[in-house]
């Protein structure tokens, strides 16, 4: 068991917070819960003001996570995900060996406005499809996007109903989407975002507004509005005729 050292120059809680990151990094797994807290407290033979302050460091490194009712549980390694030409999020995950699941919230058919409009080159007023998306894996969400889709694709996106929209729109209709620009900023989460995301709404979100062109016909059919999770993505932009997936990752 760690021994604690008082008086140190290294406060209790950061020695207890190196400790447990040892045991995160050397014997938990991705989705691991860490014990209870009183357990931890108990063990530790400090206070929970003290080790929940432990706790709290791990979470702002992006380690562990709080689930409410439920205790702490070990993140899984950031994902690195490409930005260019092809940007397809399970395929991205799949080629690491992992398993994306994408659930759709909301669908509904809407009029374009002010920035919606000029990006997808409609007329103010003219109807689109909305989709809000949450991608993520194992029950751990990464990304909360809201699509707006228009002509092939917005037909064909009418029978979507979760998983990969790229697939779907590609098996459905014949569409394959390309990225044709990607604008890259940070802010803070709506209330409403934060929740669906489950991160705090003091913590910046990475904000990728793209748009899409149908590589078939040429016409831009979709405009996405993507918020990540800064402490689960990392984003890789490609070099102009370069495919994302074929940057290495570092």
């Known amino acids: 068991m760690l021994q604690l050292v008082r008086h140190s120059g290294i406060a209790v809680w950061a020695q207890i917070a190196i400790a447990l990151r040892g045991e ?32 709290d460091a791990l979470v702002a490194e992006g380690l562990v996570e709080r689930v409410h009712g439920r205790g702490t549980r070990v993140l899984a390694t950031g994902l690195v995900y490409g930005i260019g030409r092809d940007t397809r999020f399970t395929e991205r995950l799949a080629a690491s060996g992992r398993t994306a699941q994408v659930t759709l919230l909301d669908a509904a058919e809407i009029a374009a406005e002010g920035g919606v409009a000029r990006r997808l080159r409609v007329a103010e007023g003219a109807p ?25 694709a917005a037909q064909a996106a009418r029978s979507y109903a979760g998983g990969s929209l790229t697939r779907h729109l590609r098996e459905t209709a014949g569409v394959t989407l390309e990225r044709v620009e990607s604008l890259i900023t940070t802010r803070l989460p709506l209330p409403e ?11 910046p979100v990475l904000r990728v507004k793209g748009v899409n062109a149908c590589r078939e016909c040429g016409a831009i059919q979709e405009y996405a509005i993507s918020q990540f999770r800064g402490d689960r993505i990392e984003l890789s932009v490609a070099e102009p005729g370069q495919a994302a997936e074929d940057l290495p990752p570092d």
């Open 24 to 55: 995160i990094e050397q014997k938990l797994d991705d989705g691991d819960w860490l014990p209870a807290e009183p357990e931890l407290a108990a063990r530790f033979g400090v206070n929970r003001h003290t080790l929940r302050r432990a706790v």
């Open 128 to 152: 689109v499809l909305h989709l809000r998306t949450l991608r993520g894996e194992n029950d751990l969400p990464y990304a909360l996007t809201l699509h707006f889709l228009t002509g092939d």
């Open 193 to 203: 975002d934060a929740l669906a995301l489950r991160m705090p709404r003091t913590q």
